[in-house]
């Protein structure tokens, strides 16, 4: 069965500090997003990657397909950056498919 | 920025009755997806809608579950006879053409 892994499940940081979640992947993807949810339940999207690197104001996604595997970093974090963040992957050779999702981290950041 | 509506963003229902779960995607998105989410659990797969049908489904997407797009906008999931393990966070989401995922903001089911 294909899965996704995250890891830490749980990471608890001080405001300033330098964030990364990482999230591997068991077989071949045609994308890789890195999601975020707030303690309200609602989700959104932050990166879509199939190669390579995003960035987003203080948000970077990389992703190497060789090694099957993706990290989201953070820097400079912010309390107001706690929230769940899931990978989700969509297996198979088209973009359209459906997610196949990690178990979330949850980030907390102190003031 | 364009959005995808669910409606309503909680409720609760008695075991074994019918529920309707609706969401309006974005006009210009073309396929359509129903994910859940247990309390505690990880967001699990659904049903997907493509050109007015299903196009994929999961192993929990029995016969208790249908999808519908009955005007050309409005995407329902219909939960027959719903059962206490129904209950969870239900998420509607499209994609457009070269765009990623939007997820709706999530109907909260409770079956007592």
Request: proline residues 4%; charged residues 15%.
């Amino acid at each position: 069965k294909n899965e996704v892994e995250q890891s830490p499940q749980n990471l608890t940081a001080q405001e300033g500090e330098f964030i990364t979640i990482n999230c591997s992947y068991s077989v071949g993807i045609s994308a890789l997003h890195w999601l975020q949810q707030h303690p309200g339940g609602g989700i959104v999207s932050l990166f879509m990657l199939s190669s390579g690197k995003k960035k987003h104001g203080r948000l970077i996604a990389t992703i190497n397909i060789q090694e099957k595997h993706s990290s989201l970093h953070i820097t400079a974090s912010h309390p107001r950056d706690s929230a769940v963040y899931i990978c989700a992957v969509i297996y198979g050779g088209t973009s359209y498919g459906k997610l196949t999702f990690g178990q979330g981290t949850i980030l907390t950041v102190h003031p | 920025e364009p959005e995808v509506t669910q409606t309503p963003s909680h409720q609760v229902t008695q075991m074994g009755q019918e529920v309707i779960l609706r969401c309006v995607p974005i006009s210009n998105h073309l396929y359509f997806y129903w994910y859940r989410q247990i309390l505690g659990q990880k967001v699990e797969f659904l049903v997907s809608f493509y050109n007015n049908e299903i196009s994929e489904k999961s192993e929990i997407f029995d016969d208790q579950f249908s999808v519908e797009r009955p005007d050309g906008s409005n995407f329902t999931l219909k939960i027959r006879s719903t059962k206490l393990e129904d209950s969870a966070m239900y998420f509607c989401a499209s994609i457009g053409q070269g765009n990623g995922y939007t997820f709706g903001s999530g109907t909260r089911l409770t079956v007592v």
